[in-house]
């Protein structure tokens, strides 16, 4: 019998396939490589070498990995998946990079976009060479997006757009932005070029989380565009609903990447660590609080392996997303911070990961539908009652 991985002791791996095993192997030894030893002095300046990274990150394939044509891999979702996750076990930052490329403005392009529209920008966003973003939130609609003021009028056969999104990841690196826009017909969504006249993106400094990822606020002043620069197939907000489904998705695993670098962490400072003259990994209440940990992370890794091959089967609910976003987020945020105290005061510095894990996971909670949001969806499939308003 093959000895029990302590940080996969439900043997979760048996589970998967040799391709996905390979391609999760493919992407961890890159992050090993060119992303870990980077990622600490990145967070501290607030700043990441984004070009370099997309470039990087196109050449091994995961951008957009799990789209069909136009250049991307065309992997199942589990595979993304565990792309995820080996990208987040070294910063959400360098995850959000690729889940806002892949899974939201790739994404809207390939299910919305006209053919002249994919052929334009896929090819090149896959290999990194364009960056994306995508705009929906606004200073004041952030969990309601319906309650957006962008909006898009007709002037002739072109649009004019005015408006201000904010806490948009990737926006001033990006070389297009997707933006969603309230328009007569609806809400609609615009692909708008980085050096549109009226079109600025500043970057929104001073964060404490995220901080190995670019945060940009878009304003659109009189920001003219032609008429095919509107996504022809998304109508209403189920369009960019759509997009956040699949970004949701990928949360599921990759919150649990930062959550196993945490515990991987806190296990081999636990058993190095001196205290009152033996190992702090030898006292029963450092065991129970790792054992806790390996227990969630466990739980954590069926529940997101389990959404994946509903995922690949075509039966993924948005129900059943919000469960996996909101129970393995909780999870990995918790874990997180218990892994911090295991750490002692090292535990606050860019030495170790944990804090740096626990702030972005702060972001992670928020974005892409907040805890609470989540709980309100599962709470309105069990009881029928719509609770948001
Ligand atoms: P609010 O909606 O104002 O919520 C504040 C609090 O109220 C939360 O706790 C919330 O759960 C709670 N709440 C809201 N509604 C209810 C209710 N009905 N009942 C009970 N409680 C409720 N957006 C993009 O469009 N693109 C991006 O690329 C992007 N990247 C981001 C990157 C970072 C680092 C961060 C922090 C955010 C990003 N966002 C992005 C924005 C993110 O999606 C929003 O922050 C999120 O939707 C929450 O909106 P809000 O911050 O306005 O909070």
Same mark, same amino acid.
């Given at each position: 019998?093959?000895?029990?991985?302590?940080?996969?002791?439900?043997?979760?791996?048996?589970?998967?396939?040799?391709?996905?095993?390979?391609? +999760?192997?493919?992407?961890?030894?890159?992050?090993?490589?060119?992303?870990?030893?980077?990622?600490?002095?990145?967070?501290?300046?607030?700043?990441?070498?984004?070009?370099?990274? *997309?470039?990087?990150?196109?050449?091994?394939?995961?951008?957009?990995?799990?789209?069909?044509?136009?250049?991307?891999?065309?992997?199942?979702?589990?595979?993304?998946?565990?792309?995820?996750?080996?990208?987040?076990?070294?910063? $959400?930052?360098?995850?959000?990079? &690729?889940?806002? /490329?892949?899974?939201?403005?790739?994404?809207?392009?390939?299910?919305?976009?006209?053919?002249? /529209?994919? /052929?334009?920008?896929?090819?090149?966003?896959?290999?990194?060479?364009?960056? !994306?973003?995508?705009?929906?939130?606004?200073?004041?609609?952030? $969990?309601?997006?319906?309650?957006?003021?962008?909006? *898009?009028?007709?002037?002739? $056969?072109?649009?004019?757009?005015?408006?201000?999104?904010?806490?948009?990841?990737?926006?001033?690196?990006?070389?297009?932005?997707?933006?969603?826009?309230?328009?007569? @017909?609806?809400?609609?969504?615009?692909? %708008?070029?980085?050096?549109?006249?009226?079109?600025?993106?500043?970057?929104?400094?001073?964060?404490?989380?995220?901080?190995?990822?670019?945060?940009?606020?878009? %304003?659109?002043? @009189?920001?003219?565009?032609?008429?095919?620069?509107?996504?022809?197939?998304? +109508?209403?907000?189920?369009?960019?609903?759509?997009?956040?489904?699949? =970004?949701?998705?990928?949360? %599921?695993?990759?919150?649990?990447?930062?959550?196993?670098?945490?515990?991987?962490?806190?296990?081999?400072?636990?058993?190095?660590?001196?205290?009152?003259?033996?190992?702090?990994?030898?006292?029963?209440?450092?065991?129970?609080?790792?054992? @806790?940990?390996?227990?969630?992370?466990?739980? !954590?890794?069926?529940?997101?392996?389990?959404?994946?091959?509903?995922? @690949?089967? !075509?039966?993924?609910? =948005?129900?059943?997303?919000? %469960?996996?976003?909101?129970?393995?987020?909780?999870?990995?945020?918790?874990?997180?911070?218990?892994?911090?105290?295991?750490?002692?005061?090292?535990?606050?510095?860019?030495?170790?990961? &944990?804090?740096?894990?626990?702030?972005?996971?702060? $972001? &992670?909670?928020?974005?892409?539908?907040?805890?609470?949001?989540?709980?309100?969806?599962?709470?309105? =499939?069990?009881?029928?009652?719509?609770?948001?308003?």
């Amino acid at each position: 019998t093959s000895p029990v991985h302590p940080f996969d002791l439900l043997a979760v791996d048996g589970l998967l396939t040799d391709e996905e095993r390979e391609i +999760r192997g493919t992407v961890r030894a890159l992050a090993d490589r060119e992303l870990r030893p980077h990622v600490a002095g990145w967070f501290e300046k607030g700043e990441i070498p984004a070009r370099e990274l *997309a470039r990087t990150l196109g050449r091994v394939g995961v951008l957009g990995m799990h789209l069909e044509g136009y250049g991307c891999a065309g992997t199942n979702a589990v595979a993304y998946g565990l792309a995820c996750l080996e990208l987040e076990a070294v910063d $959400s930052g360098l995850r959000s990079l &690729v889940s806002v /490329q892949g899974s939201l403005a790739m994404y809207a392009i390939w299910k919305y976009g006209s053919e002249e /529209q994919k /052929q334009r920008w896929l090819p090149k966003m896959a290999a990194g060479e364009y960056i !994306g973003c995508f705009g929906l939130t606004e200073p004041d609609a952030g $969990s309601d997006p319906g309650a957006m003021r962008t909006n *898009a009028k007709r002037d002739g $056969s072109d649009w004019i757009l005015n408006g201000t999104k904010m806490w948009i990841t990737n926006g001033s690196v990006a070389d297009v932005a997707v933006v969603w826009a309230r328009t007569e @017909d609806g809400v609609r969504g615009f692909l %708008v070029p980085a050096g549109t006249p009226g079109f600025s993106a500043p970057e929104i400094k001073m964060k404490l989380s995220l901080r190995a990822s670019v945060t940009s606020e878009l %304003v659109l002043e @009189d920001v003219r565009l032609p008429a095919d620069a509107m996504l022809p197939e998304a +109508r209403g907000l189920s369009g960019p609903l759509g997009c956040l489904n699949e =970004a949701r998705f990928g949360i %599921v695993f990759g919150a649990l990447g930062a959550a196993r670098d945490c515990l991987e962490t806190a296990v081999s400072y636990a058993r190095d660590r001196t205290v009152f003259a033996r190992s702090l990994a030898s006292y029963q209440l450092t065991q129970q609080k790792l054992a @806790d940990m390996a227990v969630e992370l466990g739980k !954590g890794m069926l529940l997101a392996l389990h959404l994946g091959r509903l995922k @690949d089967a !075509g039966a993924l609910t =948005a129900e059943q997303i919000s %469960v996996g976003k909101l129970n393995n987020v909780r999870e990995a945020i918790a874990i997180a911070r218990e892994c911090r105290t295991i750490l002692g005061a090292n535990g606050i510095t860019l030495e170790y990961p &944990v804090l740096r894990h626990a702030n972005n996971l702060e $972001s &992670v909670l928020t974005y892409e539908g907040t805890s609470e949001v989540h709980s309100l969806v599962i709470g309105k =499939a069990l009881t029928g009652e719509q609770a948001f308003r």
